[in-house]
């Protein structure tokens, strides 16, 4: 809740009831004088027939008027008004009857002074509690300039490298920086000069935000964190001067470490001809660049920053001086993986059969993020069960739930569309299975996804991979045509069902001869032009490609080729395993779902 929106609601309350509390008060000193028809000509009558037997005369300020209150033998009370009290006081003394008579009343201090105070203070409280409401845009616009860095100290940054598993060599080069924060005069005595700037550059989820807090909790230096994002408004001169009001700060409170995370969004390449000279991007990039390495000096502060776009940042930012540093931070390798599981895993009971091991193994290319959100949904699927402890079997579900999609077994399918999808798991399959470089099969199911599938088979690696040679690429493609490949063997028909595995295919094969030689009739000739794209702005008011009309046919045949070459090398696999082929199926049709081991028991 917003604390001074409950400040402003309780004084206005206060106001309110202190108000209300002055209007009762007023009007119990002045209570209301209540109508009555008793008349002068019945006071009089009743005086003369001695029917009067008490007279109170109260004096108004204004003279001769007042006010009588007459009390009579019947006990009743009557108020009246009168214009001359003189004159009443003669007539009851002609008839001797009892009258008193009050003094003016004077006006208490409370009515004088403490009342209209009380008005006076409420009304100027009134007015400045409502400008302070209307007041809260004007204040954001007079700060709109500063920066939305925020800063953590050494109490409130609680990770170390301890909690960062997986990134063994990463963390061996920061801690050089560490080391320099907690003890500068080593490296100074010797005219060493520490990194200025470190960039932490790799694909998303693999740690690069949680290493920079890690650098901060282990130096013990306050911690500046922004995105690059903040710095960028639709008014210029705003993103320059909130870096400027950021290194402020952070002179302030050196030795500090400033961490700009996503720095893309603030330091792409300048004179793309997006935006014009005076784009407020390049006013923010310019004034980081000064303020990294120009003229002033930043003693202690070392900017730390985290991208996975590092092919579009300005030249300008990665030069030594300004980024001296660059820490590559990947996907972890099988023991890295072992390490985050590990770490993923403590609070979540894990049951005897949960092996931490295995898992590390089947989860080739996941990055830190993927495996705790791998472990999140296992733990997710537990608790739904009712159990309070993690299976194995959680893990296998959770890992299909990520890797393919949730499956959908409400969905209604018509049993020809399941035969035909069980015969296209099964070719994938034997594919998977007879091919070296692409298996062994783990799941094959024909239940829907969530992504639209009507299927899935899912590989299982069993190393990491640092490269890919074309043999595994053509045997990619192969195992990817395989569904097609079985539909038109059993059915003499095809359907829409490999339309995302004949895209894959293309862009394996084309990847084949654009991106990486491994065509025999267009050479070790780069053709791909993907990377320059027209946003990045190396191709803007270019030539969408870099080469001819001849040059752009062979492309295309040579694509046709080799995917023709993989689907009659896939067709030929799987009419000498037609026999697994049809008993897959049949299995499949029956079980929905079947392992690598009821797979494999079919060969």
Same mark, same amino acid.
């Given at each position: 809740m917003n604390n001074n929106r409950t400040r402003g609601?309780?004084?206005?309350?206060?106001?309110?009831?202190?108000?209300?509390v002055a209007i009762i008060y007023w009007f119990m000193g002045n209570p209301g004088i209540q109508e009555s028809s008793y008349t002068y000509r019945d006071f009089q009558s009743a005086v003369?027939?001695?029917?009067?037997?008490?007279?109170?005369?109260r004096q108004n300020r204004v003279a001769p008027t007042g006010t009588l209150r007459i009390q009579d033998k019947k006990g009743e009370m009557h108020e009246l008004h009168v214009s001359d009290v003189n004159e009443t006081q003669d007539f009851l003394d002609s008839y001797d009857v009892e009258f008193e008579v009050e003094d003016v009343p004077q006006?208490?201090?409370?009515?004088?002074?403490?009342?209209?105070?009380?008005?006076?203070?409420? *009304?100027?409280?009134? *007015?400045?509690?409502?400008?302070?409401?209307?007041?809260?845009?004007?204040?954001?616009?007079?700060?709109?300039?500063?920066?939305?860095?925020?800063?953590?100290?050494?109490?409130?940054?609680?990770v170390t490298f301890d909690q960062v598993a997986g990134l063994k060599e990463e963390k061996e080069e920061l801690e050089e920086i560490v080391d320099f924060l907690k003890a500068p005069g080593k490296y100074i005595q010797v005219g060493a000069r520490i990194p200025k700037g470190v960039l932490l550059e790799g694909p998303p989820g693999t740690g690069k935000t949680l290493l920079a807090k890690a650098v901060a909790g282990e130096a013990g230096v306050p911690f500046f964190t922004i995105s690059g994002s903040d710095f960028v408004e639709m008014f210029v001169g705003v993103g320059a001067s909130r870096v400027r009001d950021l290194f402020e700060d952070a002179?302030?409170?050196?030795?500090?470490? *400033?961490?700009?995370?996503?720095?893309?969004?603030?330091?792409?390449?300048?004179?793309?001809?997006?935006?014009?000279?005076?784009?407020?991007?390049?006013q923010t990039l310019n004034q980081l660049?000064?303020?990294?390495d120009g003229f002033g000096v930043n003693e202690g502060i070392i900017v730390m920053a985290a991208t996975n776009r590092v092919d579009i940042l300005d030249p300008a930012i990665l030069r030594p001086g300004r980024f001296d540093r660059k820490v590559m931070v990947g996907r972890p390798d099988v023991q890295g993986r072992l390490e985050i599981l590990k770490v993923h895993a403590k609070g979540k009971p894990l049951g005897d059969d949960v092996d931490l091991e295995q898992t590390a193994r089947t989860t080739a290319g996941f990055t830190g993020a993927d495996l705790e959100n791998l472990l999140n949904e296992a733990a997710i699927l537990a608790a739904k069960e009712g159990r309070i402890y993690l299976q194995q079997s959680d893990i296998r579900h959770a890992f299909i739930k990520v890797g393919i999609g949730a499956e959908k077994k409400s969905r209604v399918i018509s049993e020809k569309e399941k035969r035909i999808t069980a015969f296209h798991e099964a070719g994938h399959a034997i594919l998977f299975?007879?091919?070296p470089d692409?298996?062994?099969?783990?799941?094959?199911?024909?239940?829907?996804?969530?992504?639209?599938?009507?299927?899935?088979?899912?590989?299982?690696?069993?190393?990491?991979e640092m490269f890919n040679t074309k043999g595994r690429m053509l045997q990619n493609i192969t195992v990817a045509l395989g569904g097609r490949a079985a539909e038109e063997m059993v059915f003499d028909d095809i359907t829409t069902g490999a339309s995302q595995d004949i895209l894959q295919a293309t862009s394996y094969a084309k990847s084949m001869v654009t991106k990486?030689?491994?065509?025999?009739?267009?050479?070790?000739?780069?053709?791909d032009n993907d990377s320059d794209e027209v946003f990045i702005g190396r191709d803007w008011g270019h030539a969408s490609r870099g080469y001819g009309e001849k040059v752009a046919s062979a492309i295309d045949m040579e694509v046709k080729r080799i995917i023709d070459e993989c689907y009659v090398e896939a067709k030929k696999i799987i009419e000498e395993h037609r026999d697994v082929l049809d008993s897959c199926a049949e299995l499949l049709l029956q079980k929905e779902k079947i392992t690598r081991e009821e797979f494999e028991a079919l060969f």
């Amino acid at each position: 809740m917003n604390n001074n929106r409950t400040r402003g609601i309780s004084g206005l309350t206060l106001l309110f009831g202190l108000v209300l509390v002055a209007i009762i008060y007023w009007f119990m000193g002045n209570p209301g004088i209540q109508e009555s028809s008793y008349t002068y000509r019945d006071f009089q009558s009743a005086v003369k027939e001695e029917q009067i037997t008490h007279v109170e005369i109260r004096q108004n300020r204004v003279a001769p008027t007042g006010t009588l209150r007459i009390q009579d033998k019947k006990g009743e009370m009557h108020e009246l008004h009168v214009s001359d009290v003189n004159e009443t006081q003669d007539f009851l003394d002609s008839y001797d009857v009892e009258f008193e008579v009050e003094d003016v009343p004077q006006d208490s201090w409370v009515l004088t002074t403490l009342l209209p105070t009380l008005l006076m203070v409420g *009304v100027v409280l009134f *007015v400045v509690a409502m400008m302070n409401r209307q007041g809260g845009a004007n204040a954001k616009a007079m700060n709109f300039g500063k920066s939305r860095a925020k800063m953590s100290t050494e109490l409130d940054n609680k990770v170390t490298f301890d909690q960062v598993a997986g990134l063994k060599e990463e963390k061996e080069e920061l801690e050089e920086i560490v080391d320099f924060l907690k003890a500068p005069g080593k490296y100074i005595q010797v005219g060493a000069r520490i990194p200025k700037g470190v960039l932490l550059e790799g694909p998303p989820g693999t740690g690069k935000t949680l290493l920079a807090k890690a650098v901060a909790g282990e130096a013990g230096v306050p911690f500046f964190t922004i995105s690059g994002s903040d710095f960028v408004e639709m008014f210029v001169g705003v993103g320059a001067s909130r870096v400027r009001d950021l290194f402020e700060d952070a002179k302030r409170n050196s030795p500090c470490i *400033v961490f700009i995370d996503e720095i893309d969004a603030v330091a792409r390449r300048r004179g793309t001809g997006m935006g014009g000279g005076h784009d407020e991007r390049e006013q923010t990039l310019n004034q980081l660049l000064v303020e990294m390495d120009g003229f002033g000096v930043n003693e202690g502060i070392i900017v730390m920053a985290a991208t996975n776009r590092v092919d579009i940042l300005d030249p300008a930012i990665l030069r030594p001086g300004r980024f001296d540093r660059k820490v590559m931070v990947g996907r972890p390798d099988v023991q890295g993986r072992l390490e985050i599981l590990k770490v993923h895993a403590k609070g979540k009971p894990l049951g005897d059969d949960v092996d931490l091991e295995q898992t590390a193994r089947t989860t080739a290319g996941f990055t830190g993020a993927d495996l705790e959100n791998l472990l999140n949904e296992a733990a997710i699927l537990a608790a739904k069960e009712g159990r309070i402890y993690l299976q194995q079997s959680d893990i296998r579900h959770a890992f299909i739930k990520v890797g393919i999609g949730a499956e959908k077994k409400s969905r209604v399918i018509s049993e020809k569309e399941k035969r035909i999808t069980a015969f296209h798991e099964a070719g994938h399959a034997i594919l998977f299975h007879v091919l070296p470089d692409v298996g062994p099969v783990y799941s094959v199911s024909i239940i829907p996804t969530g992504v639209g599938a009507a299927g899935y088979t899912m590989p299982l690696p069993e190393k990491d991979e640092m490269f890919n040679t074309k043999g595994r690429m053509l045997q990619n493609i192969t195992v990817a045509l395989g569904g097609r490949a079985a539909e038109e063997m059993v059915f003499d028909d095809i359907t829409t069902g490999a339309s995302q595995d004949i895209l894959q295919a293309t862009s394996y094969a084309k990847s084949m001869v654009t991106k990486f030689g491994m065509s025999e009739q267009l050479g070790l000739v780069n053709y791909d032009n993907d990377s320059d794209e027209v946003f990045i702005g190396r191709d803007w008011g270019h030539a969408s490609r870099g080469y001819g009309e001849k040059v752009a046919s062979a492309i295309d045949m040579e694509v046709k080729r080799i995917i023709d070459e993989c689907y009659v090398e896939a067709k030929k696999i799987i009419e000498e395993h037609r026999d697994v082929l049809d008993s897959c199926a049949e299995l499949l049709l029956q079980k929905e779902k079947i392992t690598r081991e009821e797979f494999e028991a079919l060969f």
